[in-house]
């Protein structure tokens, strides 16, 4: 009745499909950007890639790439990445975690129990990859809003745009 325009989001499960054809050392960067900036919390973070073909072959190095981020207090110059925003946050995300192990997923980069010396009540997950999701897990289905980025197999970028 009063004509307002309303742009509404209700979750954010981003997707990234990786082609096999794209260029490696760009595509992992932008993916350890995209999915572990501000620890995640950010309504466009990229929460879950769909990795096509061979392109699988280049998930150890996300990994990798992220294990080396810093992870402290988000004051600090040396921080990549800071805290949750609270301990109620950063359980759930523990959790969502802990389902897709206890739903058959492997985690290639666990960041639970993180502790940083200096901040030892700190709300910390560190960088998290989980690979072998499947669009039926908790994880893959609900909004995580942290330093997690799951990770689907697929053979061809038509399976990719079915999910």
């Not at 999915?35 to 280049?58: D, H, I, N, P, Y």
């Not at 690979?131 to 809003?145: C, G, P």
Request: with cysteine.
């Amino acid at each position: 009745q009063n004509g307002k325009r309303v742009q509404s989001n209700m979750g954010a499960k981003n997707h990234g499909v990786i082609m096999p054809d794209a260029n490696k050392e760009y595509t992992i960067n932008q993916l350890v950007g995209a999915a572990f900036g501000a620890a995640g919390q950010r309504c466009m973070a990229l929460t879950t890639a769909v990795v096509v073909g061979e392109a699988k072959q280049w998930i150890p190095e996300v990994a990798e790439k992220a294990a080396k981020l810093v992870v402290s207090a988000g004051h600090e110059a040396k921080a990549d990445l800071g805290p949750v925003i609270s301990p109620e946050s950063k359980k759930r995300i523990e959790g969502l975690i802990q389902s897709a192990v206890d739903e058959g997923a492997d985690l290639l980069l666990d960041g639970r129990g993180l502790v940083v010396p200096e901040y030892p009540d700190g709300n910390f997950v560190g960088p998290t990859v989980i690979q072998n999701m499947s669009t039926d897990m908790r994880a893959y289905k609900e909004e995580i809003f942290g330093p997690v980025l799951c990770v689907l197999y697929v053979d061809t970028m038509e399976e990719a745009i079915e999910l």
